[in-house]
């Protein structure tokens, strides 16, 4: 079922930070829950037309991850991995987040994610993330990443109705 909330994603020139900002038609709790259990977080994450696989998951603080979306349409494979500093449940997830497909190792961001319960069993997701520099942030910015956070969040929209 569409949703009528509407993703922000706010990216102020010359910062190295963005912001994803997104409202839920749905408890706290759930969606806490498809944000971080393997079996949910494959369905949703990730671009239409990719297949989420999860090499690795050890969703815990102190925990790692590692993850890569198949394009269906034979346009190779995306990986990207990252550390898990706090998973804080139903409230609050911080990890990093690295994508491999760049010539050099050490772009790292930083994600903050925090969950706020709403009047009608609904959540409001905001999520900051800082990056190594301003030409990162701006990097990722241009490589469609909205797009692909617009997908993966209608697909999430569907799999919290067939939940509730």
Request: with cysteine.
């Amino acid at each position: 079922m569409p949703s009528n909330n509407k993703t922000q994603v706010i990216a102020e020139p010359g910062k190295q930070e963005l912001f994803i900002i997104r409202e839920f038609d749905a408890p706290r709790e759930l969606v806490f829950k498809a944000f971080n259990e393997p079996e949910l977080l494959t369905q949703w994450l990730g671009p239409k037309n990719s297949e989420m696989i999860i090499e690795k998951f050890d969703n815990r603080s102190g925990g790692s991850y590692r993850f890569i979306h198949k394009d269906c349409n034979g346009r190779g494979e995306f990986a990207f991995n990252g550390a898990i500093h706090e998973v804080f449940p139903p409230e609050r997830v911080i990890r990093t987040f690295e994508f491999e497909g760049l010539p050099e190792r050490g772009h790292v961001a930083t994600d903050f994610l925090t969950m706020h319960e709403l009047p009608g069993n609904r959540t409001k997701v905001h999520i900051q993330s800082v990056f190594k520099s301003v030409e990162d942030r701006d990097g990722m910015v241009n490589s469609g990443m909205e797009g692909g956070v617009n997908d993966g969040f209608s697909k999430l929209d569907d799999l919290l109705t067939k939940h509730l």
